[in-house]
């Protein structure tokens, strides 16, 4: 293996130079090579000042996440960043690109810092359900202030490098040469003593109101809920208020080894990884090339269509919009502009960026504007012969090499490409609902999908900010799919006993969002109602047959008030009993235990059968959608990982105890049942 870490003299001052590709991480040779630079800069007389800078796409990325888990390489990176504190010459970073986690813990060990306007500096360590562990609680807070530590690190979210100038992580921003400035700054700076250290900055921050962080997890309940890490965040950057540097350093590497070791820890790690797999589509050769996509079309300007369109027009892509009648695409363009000033009104973009955005929208009511597009994305509603009449058209009009894709959560794409003379062009989209919003992107892939259409696909998920994961033609694809036992239980569980309430609750102390009737009730308990008040099969017949079809009526499965906020219901309860008297069903104790029992180890049985039906293409996919599409706990690392970490004997014994209550149509998959017998696992 080559050596990552190089030195070159620029006059006096040493640039120590890291080339690890792809991102840079902090890893046993990076962390080696550091300290031998640094020691042979601080021995060699004709040195008076370091820089260190990262050659590639970025400054280090933080600690190499691979080696989490493996027996430890010396030195540390705490032990790096103290040296590189401690070195006798003045250390600059040089940043550009994100300095993230361990990187933005070096950074912090330098006694000055500069980056160019488009670096960004961060502690993501809570997304692997860490803290940052090289000292970057302590110096953190005790050169951005206690409030801009806390909240990066709780959130994870990184800074621009501009709000880190403002907050006095970063010392000069650079517009130019960034390593020609660094240098010159090093110059600047080389002969001024005592060296500014982090470490020694306040013995411990003081003028922090103690009451900020009781205020902070309140104001931000929700980052906390169930998620141990943001906790140990808080607590670790509290210390830096409460004890001198080195007692924090110390309390932090306690709390670091206790969050390493923990379940939430690993989930979030093989989350990170499973994310990042999901890109990769099995059966296409790296080298197809996608197609070139310079304008976008939308069939449809609905809630989907809309939403479907900002995303691509945030994206710098031009859209055409077409609609069936003006008052249907007023209607839509209407609600994406709003949609675009809110944001703006919240801070997140400018009015100029909205103006941008919109000015790259062409409205039309005439479907040969799409022969102009290169991806055209059906967005109507879910029909088949509605669909294939659209195909049809489109299969007409669309340019030669054009990608027709359908944003279908259930259909056939197979039979809706049947009716084009190109069905190697026809691709799911299945985008959720809001789309302008919701990470997950589902690529589905036709029997008869082209593989460049496919990379396409998953290129264009990245420019627009998507995580997508294929999924092969089935209904429901992965995520709708798994939705269905789990509602199906749901509802058998109100018969024999249960309430929405209790139902929900189980869910929500598991650490999902919300539970399946909450979740019915904010999609529409009429989403694929048959429309016969008169035909009542079961208990969402009845709600809808007397027009409760969730918050937007003011009543579902709950009763709303003004402000959506819900209330039980005795209608439903009525409603439930009397169901539940007409067709036999006696009532009893349904135990929690039972309900995960039902809902989430039947979601379980399905995803192992999309995964032995070759549906997904692996089970990280799986935990993908449900991470992303359904909000599934991360630190619960998705189904299919929890059902491991349960242990899958354990999953097969739950669903055998309520087997007799899971109706004529329960069919265990073949593939769950043999990795149980086998001690395997999904995931690992
Ligand atoms: N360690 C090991 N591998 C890493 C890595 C890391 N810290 N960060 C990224 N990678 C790998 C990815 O797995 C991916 O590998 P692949 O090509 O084989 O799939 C490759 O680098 C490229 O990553 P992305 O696809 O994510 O590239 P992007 O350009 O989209 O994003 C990034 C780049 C913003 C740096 C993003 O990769 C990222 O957020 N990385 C994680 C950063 C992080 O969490 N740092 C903290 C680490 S923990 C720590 O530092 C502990 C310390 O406090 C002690």
């Known amino acids: 293996m080559t050596d990552p870490i190089s030195s070159e003299k620029h006059g006096d001052v040493q640039i120590i130079w890291s080339d690890n590709p792809p991102v840079n991480a902090l890893g046993a040779a990076v962390r080696q090579g550091l300290v031998r630079e640094i020691e042979a800069a601080e021995a060699d007389d004709s040195v008076q000042a370091v820089v260190i800078a990262c050659k590639g796409r970025t400054f280090f990325a933080g600690a190499d996440i691979s080696e989490f888990g493996k027996p430890p390489v010396m030195p540390w990176l705490p032990d790096v960043v103290d040296r590189i504190e401690n070195c006798t010459k003045p250390v600059v970073a040089a940043i550009h690109g994100t300095a993230l986690g361990g990187g933005c813990e070096v950074a912090l060990g330098c006694h000055y810092r500069v980056a160019v306007p488009s670096a960004k500096l961060g502690f993501p360590e809570v997304n692997l359900g860490l803290l940052p562990g090289a000292g970057g609680t302590q110096r953190g807070p005790r050169v951005a202030g206690v409030e801009l530590a806390l909240q990066m690190a709780t959130t994870g979210k990184p800074i621009s490098a501009s709000q880190a100038h403002d907050a006095g992580l970063v010392d000069r921003i650079i517009e130019g040469d960034l390593i020609e400035h660094a240098v010159a700054y090093a110059d600047e700076v080389k002969d001024i003593r005592p060296l500014p250290k982090s470490s020694e900055r306040d013995d411990k921050v003081t003028d922090v109101d103690p009451a900020i962080f009781d205020e902070y997890k309140k104001n931000n309940a929700k980052l906390f809920r169930g998620d141990v890490a943001p906790q140990a965040n808080l607590d670790t950057i509290k210390a830096a208020t409460e004890m001198p540097f080195d007692k924090g350093v110390m309390f932090e590497r306690q709390k670091f080894m206790e969050l390493m070791a923990g379940q939430q820890a690993r989930a979030r790690q093989y989350f990170f990884f499973a994310e990042r797999k999901a890109a990769k589509i099995d059966g296409v050769d790296d080298s197809v090339q996608p197609r070139d996509i310079k304008r976008v079309g939308v069939i449809g300007a609905g809630t989907m269509g809309g939403g479907i369109s900002m995303n691509f027009l945030s994206a710098g892509i031009p859209v055409t919009i077409v609609e069936m009648n003006q008052d249907a ?157 789990r509602q199906l239980q749901a509802e058998k569980l109100l018969l024999e006993g249960a309430t929405p309430q209790q139902v929900d609750k189980v869910h929500v102390e598991f650490g999902m969002p919300m539970g399946p009737f909450q979740m019915a009730d904010l999609a529409g308990v009429d989403i694929g109602w048959h429309r016969d008040p008169e035909r009542i099969e079961s208990i969402r017949d009845a709600l809808c047959a007397i027009d409760r079809w969730g918050q937007k009526k003011g009543a579902g499965f709950y009763d709303y008030d003004d402000n959506r906020r819900p209330s039980p219901s005795e209608k439903v309860q009525e409603i439930i009993d009397d169901f539940a008297a007409k067709h036999g069903v006696e009532k009893r104790e349904i135990s929690d235990q039972e309900i995960i029992e039902r809902t989430l180890y039947t979601m379980v049985n399905e995803g192992a059968k999309i995964l032995e039906e070759g549906k997904a293409q692996r089970a990280s996919d799986i935990d993908v959608v449900w991470i992303y599409g359904y909000g599934w706990p991360v630190y619960k690392g998705g189904p299919m990982y929890w059902a491991d970490s349960e242990g899958l004997d354990t ?20 593939l769950l049942l043999d990795k149980a017998e086998a001690g395997e696992k999904f995931t690992r």
């Not at 029909?383 to 259930?410: C, H, P, Q, W």
């Not at 014994?653 to 329960?666: A, F, H, N």
């Open 329 to 485: 695409l007023d209607r839509g363009t209407g609600i994406m502009l709003k949609n675009y000033q809110s944001t703006a009104k919240k801070g997140r973009m400018t009015e100029e960026q909205v103006g941008q955005a919109m000015g790259l929208l062409k409205p039309s009511l005439n479907f040969d504007d799409l022969s102009e597009c290169d991806l055209i994305i059906e967005a109507v509603y879910e029909n088949m012969d509605v669909k294939k009449e659209i195909f049809t058209r489109l299969d007409g009009i669309a340019k030669d090499g054009a990608i027709l894709a359908s944003n279908t959560s259930y259909l056939d794409i197979n039979e809706i490409a049947s009716v084009t003379k190109r069905p190697e062009d026809v691709v799911g989209l299945h985008f959720f609902s809001p789309a302008n919003i919701m990470k997950l992107l589902e690529v589905v892939r036709g029997d008869k999908t082209a593989d460049d259409v496919l990379v396409t696909a998953m290129k264009l998920a990245k420019t627009i900010r998507k995580v997508a994961v294929v999924a092969g033609v089935c209904y429901g694809f992965i995520g709708n799919r798994m939705l269905i036992p």
């Open 651 to 670: 999953i097969v014994e739950g669903l055998k105890r309520q087997e007799e209550r899971l109706g004529d149509d329960w069919s265990y998959s073949q």
